[in-house]
């Protein structure tokens, strides 16, 4: 019961601010440019303003979680990679040599990485031991977790949310790290949109087509053992989610409970944001795609979404990399806002 207040709580997303949207969008056109030259960035300007309630954001500080976790369903023979490159990138995240954390150096955004259900035990320095289980169970025999865990993951990202918004982060991207969990994210698609699972089955970090037959069938028989029902998207997220993809629906849940704009990475973070979405559909008005991936799930979900993506770069590593390689159009974005003159200061009548 008590439970249910949380998710209820958590759940209960503020409305877009409608005057902050319209008087940012009035001073992105008297801006010293042809009406809407700014294309995108002047979107961005425009929903950052209806997230947070300012006309002109400030976006100084900004972080990247890192949800890792592992997946039973590897031992079907579903990734290109060993599953024990979760815990060596866990390793690698720690000492800063991933994308992801490289590109947080040069961009200037902050990292926490959190095991919410690796396998790797101990945890190397820095990593948040969030760790709900070791790694889930394979989907393909049974569900890969139970609603408690489920729910117990989704809180671990609810709850950095809300620590990020206490300590001043004013902008998030999210992304993973988990071998096998295209598999999980694709099933989670599959559920969601009801599309069939061969447009939504890509290759991951590299399968052959062998493997990516395989894949397929894996995925068709995981839903066909656990039945997810497609109106509870918690129980796709248990039955054929992950651990990490749960946390991402939580830290995305929380970030638009505490109105801060989150920009969501690759397929992974994708099919959590629309778990989320569905969950709460207020959510998505929080939302950013940063890029479009390769992997063939990630277009019709950025369109289930409603969401542009920023960058089109043939990317499929996820761990938030490419969400971090979006965040200088953020601040060029802001930067414009801020600090070009308008048409009436240059003496015209725009
Ligand atoms: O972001 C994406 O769209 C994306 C596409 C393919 C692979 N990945 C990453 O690769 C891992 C999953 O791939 P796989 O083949 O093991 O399912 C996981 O760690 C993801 O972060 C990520
Ligand atoms: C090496 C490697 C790094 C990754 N980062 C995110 N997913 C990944 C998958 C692999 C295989």
Redesign the pocket.
Same mark, same amino acid.
């Given at each position: 019961m008590e439970k249910d207040q949380w998710l209820k709580g958590l759940m209960e997303i503020p409305v877009t601010d409608e005057k902050a949207e319209k008087e940012a969008r009035n001073h992105m056109d008297q801006l010293t440019k042809p009406l809407g030259a700014l294309g995108d960035l002047e979107e961005i300007v425009i929903r950052l303003a209806g997230i947070t309630g300012e006309t002109v954001p400030d976006i100084e500080r900004k972080g990247v979680a890192v949800f890792c976790g592992d997946h039973g369903v590897t031992e079907e023979g579903v =990734? $290109?990679?060993p599953a024990e490159? /979760?815990g @060596? *990138?866990i390793g &690698?995240f720690s000492r800063g040599k $991933? $994308?992801?954390t490289v590109l947080a150096r040069r961009f200037g955004a902050e990292v926490s990485v959190v095991d919410v259900g690796s396998r790797l035990e101990p945890l190397p320095e820095g990593v948040l031991d969030r760790k709900v289980r070791f790694g889930t169970a394979n989907m393909a025999r049974g569900p890969a977790m139970t609603r408690e865990e489920t729910l117990k993951a989704l809180r671990v990202g609810a709850d950095l949310a809300l620590q990020w918004k206490e300590n001043g982060i004013q902008l998030a991207a999210v #992304?993973? *790290? #988990?071998?096998g &969990?295209t598999t999980s994210a694709s099933a989670v698609a599959a559920v969601l949109t009801g599309k069939p699972v061969r447009e939504l089955t890509g290759r991951g /970090?590299g399968l052959d087509d062998d493997g990516l037959e395989r894949k397929r069938e894996v995925i068709t028989r995981s839903l066909e053992v656990n039945r997810p029902d497609p109106a509870d998207p918690l129980d796709g997220l248990a039955k054929v989610g992950g651990l990490e993809i749960a946390a991402m629906t939580g830290f995305i849940l929380g970030a638009a409970r505490h109105r801060l704009p989150v920009v969501v990475d690759g397929l992974i973070s994708t099919v959590a944001a629309l778990a989320a979405v569905r969950l709460a559909p207020g959510v998505r008005a929080c939302l950013f795609a940063s890029h479009r991936s390769a992997e063939p799930a990630h277009g019709v979900l950025l369109e289930d979404l409603g969401l542009k993506p920023l960058i089109t770069a043939g990317m499929r @590593? #996820?761990?938030g =990399?490419g969400a971090v390689l979006a965040f200088p159009l953020f601040d060029g974005a802001v930067t414009t806002a801020k600090e070009m003159a308008t048409f009436s200061e240059l003496g015209l009548n725009g």
């Open positions: =990734s $290109a990679y490159v /979760t @060596l *990138m &690698n $991933a $994308a992801v #992304g993973e *790290m #988990g071998i &969990n /970090t @590593l #996820g761990e =990399s």
